[in-house]
């Protein structure tokens, strides 16, 4: 098993910038793929990006296509999702994920397994 904790939410203004952390441990992080999902207040959780285990490969939601950079540091077994241009409708709870899976990288919530408590960013316009 592996836990996830994030952390790096708070409250921004429009067109600003966040960057979130996603600290892993137990289980090598290596052997995950790693996701970002968000959940706004009365919508259903959606997926925003997900990366592979060496880290060389990305795949975004095209609501965040261009704004957003996912990458991760195997060697501190942390990912981080750097937000840039912020708006309004990227207000939500964001929670990382992780699933074992090889190559492949997952857009579906059901297909990642293990999930952290997710951390709230705000962006007022």
């Known amino acids: 098993q592996v836990q996830l904790v994030e952390s790096g939410g708070g409250l921004v203004q429009a067109v600003g910038s966040l960057r979130l952390s996603c600290a892993a441990s137990?289980?090598?992080?290596?052997?995950?793929?790693m996701a970002w999902l968000r959940q706004a207040p009365g919508k259903e959780r959606e997926f925003v990006a997900t990366?592979?285990?060496?880290?060389?490969?990305?795949v975004y939601a095209d609501s965040v296509k261009g704004r957003f950079t996912l990458s991760r540091d195997n060697a501190k077994n942390t990912m981080y999702l750097q937000m840039n241009s912020l708006k309004p409708g990227d207000t939500a709870v964001y929670y990382c994920?992780?699933?074992?899976?090889?190559?492949?990288?997952?857009?579906?919530?059901?297909?990642?397994?293990?999930w952290g408590q997710g951390t709230q960013v705000t962006v007022s316009s």
């Open positions: 990366i592979s285990r060496d880290g060389l490969s990305t």
């Open positions: 994920a992780a699933g074992a899976y090889g190559s492949i990288l997952p857009r579906k919530i059901s297909q990642y397994d293990y």
């Open positions: 137990g289980r090598t992080f290596t052997s995950y793929t």
